[in-house]
């Protein structure tokens, strides 16, 4: 099974990414999959918050590595 399988479908941006908006609307668009995978780490075993933190991290770790745009 592939993993991105079980995420479901991400909105793609309506706005520019100058838009004041653009940020809120990434956000409602990931919350529900940030929640689902927060949730199955729980479940899986993990400590909710170091699961975030762990995101957190991975998620800048990506971005510096510059990753942040894909072309």
């Given at each position: 099974?592939?993993?991105?399988?079980?995420?479901?479908?991400?909105?793609?941006p309506?706005?520019?990414?100058?838009?004041?908006n653009?940020?809120?609307?990434?956000?409602?668009?990931?919350?529900?999959?940030?929640?689902?995978?927060?949730?199955?780490?729980?479940?899986?075993?993990?400590?909710?918050?170091?699961?975030?933190?762990?995101?957190?991290?991975?998620?800048?770790?990506?971005?510096?590595?510059?990753?942040?745009?894909?072309?």
């Open positions: 099974m592939d993993m991105l399988d079980s995420f479901g479908e991400i909105a793609a309506t706005r520019p990414k100058n838009d004041f653009y940020e809120t609307d990434c956000r409602a668009a990931l919350a529900p999959l940030v929640d689902g995978l927060l949730d199955k780490a729980e479940q899986a075993g993990w400590d909710r918050r170091k699961a975030a933190y762990t995101l957190m991290f991975l998620s800048a770790q990506r971005v510096g590595a510059g990753k942040e745009e894909r072309s």
